[in-house]
């Protein structure tokens, strides 16, 4: 069965730092997005991406984030100037426009 | 604004049924989703339903009732790997595109 792959799957890094998750969506599938979710919290939407551009985002999404489609197949997450409260797993998903695929998770925690 | 609710713990005997019940309130709905989340893992799609009435997949059915914004996931036959949190999701769609916003979930634990 098609699986969204993420990496890596944990990411250690230090508050202030720059950090990229790495997605590979499903090759046939046409929409992107980024969800986190903060230990023992809720899913949380953050962007969605669609056609090369950002569809939406959310008031999460603020310029400290970013997202890209460098090539066919990745779609990548950049968090700048990590902070403590960006610790979380972050997930990306690929849908054909119905139910989505999610990708194992990057757990990222900031120190 | 979007609200999801569900009940945030559910405890039940494996080989019992469950039922875990969502109401939401939002605008530019677009179908129910529900998932399971095993601790530290990706949530896995279960059921979702666009129209009213029930889904039956296995062990798993589910049940929405757009009118009411009500939604249940039922569980038979509890196996002691059903222990896991149960997300209730709703799709809304605004201008071409989809998103999902989550319930916090349910954590049910099925007991021997």
């Known amino acids: 069965e098609p699986e969204v792959t993420q990496t890596p799957s944990h990411q250690v890094t230090q508050m202030g730092q720059e950090v990229i998750l790495r997605c590979v969506p499903i090759s046939n599938h046409l929409y992107f997005y980024w969800y986190r979710q903060i230990l023992g919290q809720k899913v949380e939407f953050l962007v969605s991406f669609y056609n090369n551009e950002i569809s939406e985002k959310s008031e999460i999404f603020d310029d400290q984030f970013s997202v890209e489609r460098p090539d066919g197949s990745n779609f990548t997450l950049k968090i700048r100037s990590t902070k403590l409260e960006d610790s979380a797993m972050y997930f990306c998903a690929s849908s054909e426009g119905g139910g989505y695929t999610f990708g194992s998770g990057t757990r990222l925690t900031v120190v | ?112």
């Open chain 2, 1 to 112: 604004g979007q609200n999801i609710d569900q009940p945030t713990e559910m405890t039940a005997t494996e080989g019992a049924i469950v039922q875990i019940n969502c109401t939401y309130q939002t605008s530019g709905f677009n179908g129910l989703f529900w998932y399971q989340q095993h601790a530290g893992e990706a949530p896995t799609f279960l059921s979702y339903n666009v129209l009213d009435g029930l889904e039956e997949k296995g062990r798993f059915s589910s049940f929405l009732s757009r009118s009411k914004g009500y939604s249940y996931l039922l569980l038979k036959e509890l196996q002691m790997k059903d222990s896991a949190s149960y997300l209730c999701a709703v799709r809304v769609h605004f201008s071409g595109t989809y998103k999902y916003i989550f319930g916090t979930g349910t954590r049910l634990k099925v007991l021997a």
